[in-house]
């Protein structure tokens, strides 16, 4: 969550336009590490959607928000955006734990 962390006090902070080139700088260099970790899975904890993967999507796209072409030098993180925003909601619950599935219906 350090990625999600550092684009929010960026954000948020007053002195947005100075820290701004800095984040944009350095934010290559965590996209790799998502990359690297996602490798040619199909999702981040193997060939399953897990919850880890609806926290992956949210940090890439609110990154994807802040500097929309941000993801371009990293195609298996699109290709991963892609298959998240295709699937069914459907069939995201039915591959879900019970677990998942009893916090979605107590939310």
Do not use: H
Not at 15 to 27: R, S, T
Not at 56 to 61: G, K, Q, S
Not at 86 to 107: E, G, H, Q, R, T
Request: glycine share 2%.
């Amino acid at each position: 969550m350090d990625t999600r962390m550092q684009l929010a006090m960026t954000c948020y902070n007053p002195e947005f336009e100075k820290l701004k080139p800095k984040y944009l700088e350095e934010l290559p260099e965590k996209l790799k590490l998502y990359s690297q970790f996602l490798g040619k899975r199909p999702w981040f904890a193997g060939d399953k959607i897990t919850f880890v993967d609806f926290l992956a999507y949210d940090v890439l796209d609110q990154n994807r928000i802040f500097e929309p072409g941000c993801l371009d030098a990293f195609p298996n993180l699109k290709d991963f955006m892609s298959r998240f925003e295709v699937m069914p909601l459907s069939s995201i619950l039915s591959d879900a734990p019970c677990s998942f599935l009893s916090f979605k219906m107590l939310s």
